[in-house]
C-alpha cells in the first residue's frame, strides 16, 4: 500500500518562504517521477512541479524561479521550497505520484499567503 504524508505548509506573509514536505512509503521511491499539485478555492487542481527519477525537474510557469522541488531517494521523500511566496500561491498542495497505473495523493497542506 502506497502512502504519502505531508507536512509544512502555514500561514505566511507575502514575501516569506515555506517549506513542505511528503514522506512516501510502500513503493520503490526512487523509479518515480514525483509530483506536487495545488488547488485554490473554485479553481482546478494545478501541477506546481515534478521531478524525475533522473533529477530532472518542471515548473509551472508562475512558480519558476521561487520554488525548487527535490527528493532524497535515501529518506524516501519530496520536498517543495517555497520562496518570494504571492497571495496567489494560497492553496492546498498535494505531492502526488503515479504508480502501478493509479495516483497516489498526499493529505494536503494548507498554504496560505496573506498581503
Known amino acids: 500500500q502506497v502512502h504519502l504524508v505531508q507536512s509544512g505548509g502555514g500561514l505566511v506573509q507575502s514575501g516569506g518562504s515555506l517549506r513542505l514536505s511528503c514522506a512516501a512509503s510502500?513503493?520503490?521511491?526512487?523509479?518515480?517521477?514525483l509530483n506536487w499539485y495545488r488547488q485554490a478555492p473554485g479553481r482546478e487542481r494545478e501541477l506546481v512541479a515534478n521531478?524525475?527519477?533522473?533529477?530532472?525537474?518542471n515548473y509551472l510557469e508562475s512558480v519558476e524561479g521561487r520554488f525548487t522541488i527535490s527528493r532524497d531517494n535515501a529518506w524516501n521523500r519530496v520536498y517543495l521550497q517555497m520562496n518570494d511566496l504571492k497571495p496567489d500561491d494560497t492553496a492546498t498542495y498535494y505531492c502526488?505520484?503515479?504508480?502501478?497505473?493509479?495516483?497516489?495523493w498526499g493529505q494536503g497542506t494548507q498554504v496560505t499567503v496573506t498581503s
Open positions: 502526488n505520484v503515479r504508480a502501478r497505473s493509479t495516483n497516489f
Open positions: 510502500g513503493l520503490n521511491f526512487k523509479i518515480y517521477t
Open positions: 521531478i524525475s527519477s533522473s533529477g530532472s525537474t
